[in-house]
């Protein structure tokens, strides 16, 4: 694995900056690195990852951060304003676990996960807030085979022309708990799309989303043998579907709801 180095930003996030200057990704974990390394209280803006042709090439993906087969430890981070050509307009993870706390990921853009990609990674994440990010595709969140944990954490005005504007798990079974996913806007697609998964999510406050089908949730290819994703006191509210589903829309999809309000 790599070696284990501990970077800080003294001063903190608001005063203390990594800029990118639009070349490549801007901090990089790709050398096995595991929960010894760390990055802490900085901000990290004005990545471009940018290639030019066909995604088939690193240097396509990860604006902000860019993990491949790592698993540090990121705490007290603003990941803003950076852009890839392909996925993880933020953060983009490959095979990849890292522990996350106390993460803003703002305003950045991509193809798809404007925010965040994760393909094959299971993070922790606790206080990592993804607000008003964009993408053609998915905006906030996207997942495939991966496995997060996300506590405590918001999922707002994000938005996206062609697809999801908040969270997309294909193949993936992550766990909400105590996050709130509001005003995200996707007038072509869905808010929360769930598609062959197994997704948990506990005491989740979906409101005032606008999608074309799924303004809140909607939900594919589960069926009842499973995987199918679970409700537990979730609250489906104030949403606008132009076409189908303004709280929940299903399309050959099964979903187990516990004490939920829509």
Known sequence: GGQEV?????????????????????????????PGSSLSGFTIRNGAAECGGPCAVPECYGGGLYLHGASPTLTELRIEENRADCHGGGLFLQSSSPSMADIAVSRNDAESGGGLSLTDSSPSMERVDVVGNT???????????????VIDSTISHNVSLESVSALFALSSDPLLSRVVITENSAPDGATVYVDWSAARFEQVSITS?????????????????????????????????????????????????????I
């Open 135 to 149: 993408a053609n595709e998915i905006a906030g969140i996207y997942l495939s085979a991966s496995h997060p944990t």
């Open 6 to 34: 501990a970077v800080v930003g003294l001063e903190g996030a608001e005063e203390t900056t990594i800029d990118g200057n639009a070349a490549g990704s801007v901090v990089r974990f790709a050398q096995g690195e595991g």
């Open 209 to 261: 989303n606008t999608a074309e089908r799924g303004a809140g949730i909607r939900v594919d290819d589960c069926p009842s043998s499973g995987p199918y994703p679970t409700l537990q006191g979730v609250v489906i509210s104030d949403n606008w579907a132009t076409l189908d589903g303004g709280g929940l829309y299903t399309d050959s999809g099964s979903t187990q709801l516990i004490d939920v309000l």
